[in-house]
């Protein structure tokens, strides 16, 4: 039987994305990111081909790591100027009805408790299609903007996030009772306040003793997104994630990083396949192999290799300024992004080891990801080829040009897949939770947050 192949697509409140310079195309718009319209009609567009979701990116800070400062970024408009995500889900989920919406938000600068109304309320305004991308951060000029003077320890930023996502399913899961709001007018009665409990959480970064301020939502807790491909990123994974984004430049890598994380769910009694595992990918295509190069070749007269660098430098927390173009990184420690790291001191495709200019060129039009070029025919090929090979569920899929990249693989890449039976014909009904895994629209009893669930006994 043929593999169901998901897409999920990939952008940012900002200009361009991870394509650095791509928004001097003429046919980018990616500079009304500030309209309302943008993403309306972005969404519906998404929503016609039948997209899983938009996986809306976000940073609280500049990449000031290349160079020592954050002039090129700014320069290039490399993820800033940036506006908040949150606030564009209500819009696309009014203009859609199936759509997901995963938007991402730290667990390092605001507190829990507000945070967790804040996702419920989105719940809330689109009947069940939000999902929360867990990051920990990875700009140490966010944390000195946030009031410290860096950001934590890779693995002690896990440890605080597993303590926030705690108090989050103890707020969501465990303070009110499905049947608590009675609506009762003839006794005056709204909620049985019997029926709705003090979480009296008093951790070691956290204190949170009270209700959670919102009733519960269609999904209570909004879909767990993560993006950590490191040891302790897919720790974390492994207990909370029913998405997985991750970044591999060769099949190779992407095979073992997909491998590591089915193990990791097995081994934390939950099902191999209970994430949804999603690559970074970038595709440009056309009625044609011939139009599809030549689409590539006119593109890559706007693209930026230093921008490329600048966010290179912030992913891996490496001042590529420093080094030769064409010296290899070496074995280096990082304190941002472990798994954009350890992917370049992998060999390439080509079996040789990475330099400083093959990252550049690689990040110069989809960020992390590969890039790959041809007909709707060649590209369903490629696209089958790695589903096959590595295990991966989908693709999380970057843009060279918004939204003319999501355009062209509506309008050719996905009737293709759907002639192969390799692409959903439309979706599944309910909540975001259950149209990706198709086990209702609660957490299952597996998941590590169930364990909070009212009337469970609640471990430690």
Excluded at 152 to 181: C, I, M, N, P, T
Excluded at 366 to 386: C, T, Y
Excluded at 445 to 454: K, L, Q, Y
């Amino acid at each position: 039987m043929t593999k169901q192949i998901r897409f999920n697509a990939f952008d940012m409140n900002c200009v361009a994305h991870q394509s650095s310079g791509m928004w001097r195309h003429p046919d980018d718009q990616s500079w009304r990111y500030k309209e309302i319209s943008y993403w309306t009609e972005l969404a519906k567009l998404l929503e016609s081909g039948s997209f899983d979701g938009i996986f809306i990116a976000d940073v609280l800070g500049t990449y000031d790591v290349y160079g020592g400062s954050n002039e090129a970024a700014i320069r290039h408009g490399a993820q800033v100027p940036v506006n908040d995500p949150v606030l564009l889900i209500s819009a696309m989920a009014a203009v859609t009805e199936n759509l997901g919406f995963g938007v991402t938000a730290g667990t390092a600068y605001e507190h829990p408790y507000p945070f967790a109304r804040r996702m419920s309320t989105l719940d809330h305004l689109t009947n069940g299609r939000v999902g929360w991308n867990v990051v920990t951060g990875y700009l140490p000029s966010a944390a000195r903007n946030m009031g410290h003077d860096d950001q934590l320890e890779h693995d002690q930023r896990y440890d605080v996030a597993d303590e926030y996502l705690e108090v989050l399913y103890k707020l969501w899961e465990g303070s009110w009772e499905d049947d608590a709001v009675i609506r009762d007018r003839e006794s005056g009665v709204f909620t049985d306040p019997a029926k709705v409990h003090e979480i009296g959480h008093y951790g070691e970064h956290f204190t949170v003793p009270g209700i959670h301020i919102a009733e519960p939502s269609p999904q209570r807790t909004p879909v767990i997104y993560q993006a950590g491909a490191s040891p302790r990123g897919i720790a974390f994974a492994a207990g909370n994630a029913e998405a997985i984004f991750v970044a591999a430049p060769t099949k190779a890598v992407l095979k073992g990083t997909v491998a590591k994380i089915r193990d990791a769910l097995e081994a934390a009694g939950r099902d191999r396949n209970s994430a949804k595992v999603y690559t970074l990918l970038t595709i440009i295509t056309d009625e044609t192999s011939e139009k599809a190069y030549a689409k590539h070749a006119d593109y890559l007269q706007y693209a930026s290799e230093e921008g490329a660098l600048v966010f290179m430098s912030g992913w891996m927390g490496i001042d590529l300024s420093q080094y030769d173009l064409d010296e290899p990184i070496g074995n280096v420690k990082s304190n941002a992004i472990q798994s954009a790291v350890s992917n370049f001191q992998s060999a390439n495709e080509d079996g040789k080891e990475w330099t400083v200019r093959d990252i550049a060129k690689l990040g110069a039009i989809g960020g992390l990801g590969p890039l790959i070029v041809g007909s709707a025919v060649e590209i369903a090929d490629q696209l089958q080829e790695w589903v096959a090979e590595t295990d991966v569920d989908g693709f999380n899929l970057a843009y060279a040009i918004t939204p003319g990249t999501f355009e062209d693989i509506v309008t050719f890449v996905i009737p293709e897949l759907r002639k192969r039976g390799a692409y959903p014909e439309g979706y599944a009904p309910g909540t975001l939770r259950n149209k990706l895994h198709g086990r209702g629209d609660r957490l299952p009893a597996e998941h590590h947050g169930a364990r909070f669930t009212v009337g469970q006994p609640v471990q430690a």
